[in-house]
Nanobody, 124 residues
Framework: VQLQASGGGLVQAGGSLRLSCAASGGPFSAFHMGWFRQAPGLEREIVAAIDWINNAKYYTDSVRGRFTISRDNAKNTVYLQMNSLKPEDTAVYYC??????????????????WGQGTQVTVSS
């Protein structure tokens, strides 16, 4: 399974970006998908996740109401729409896929496949 993340860039505070993560080589419709981020000197943290069974969504508190995760199984792609961006959102964003019926969105150790990361930089 390969995950290809794209859509990062430089944006001013208050702006928007949409990240995409295209999956290949596996049954995307049976993957739980997550977006994580890692800023310099900090641990990787969950941003948002979506399961494959019920399309349930999880958001970390700092992005709830500003970010929206979605998936298009026909295109094997998961998206992260990021609005009202803040400088503290600056990080490398990674998509990840978890196989299985039990959804554990917050634990990066439970994800089986990772994309290469895309840089998001928000200027003040």
């Amino acid at each position: 399974v390969q995950l290809q993340a794209s859509g990062g860039g430089l944006v001013q505070a208050g702006g928007s970006l949409r990240l995409s993560c295209a999956a290949s080589g596996g049954p995307f419709s049976a993957f739980h998908m997550g977006w994580f981020r890692q800023a310099p000197g900090l641990e990787r943290e969950i941003v948002a996740a979506i399961d494959w069974i019920n399309n349930a969504k999880y958001y970390t508190d700092s992005v709830r109401g500003r970010f929206t995760i979605s998936r298009d199984n026909a295109k094997n792609t998961v998206y992260l729409q990021m609005n009202s961006l803040k400088p503290e959102d600056t990080a490398v964003y990674y998509c990840a896929a978890e196989i299985g019926s039990i959804w554990r969105p917050r634990d990066p150790d439970k994800y089986d496949y990772w994309g290469q990361g895309t840089q998001v930089t928000v200027s003040s």
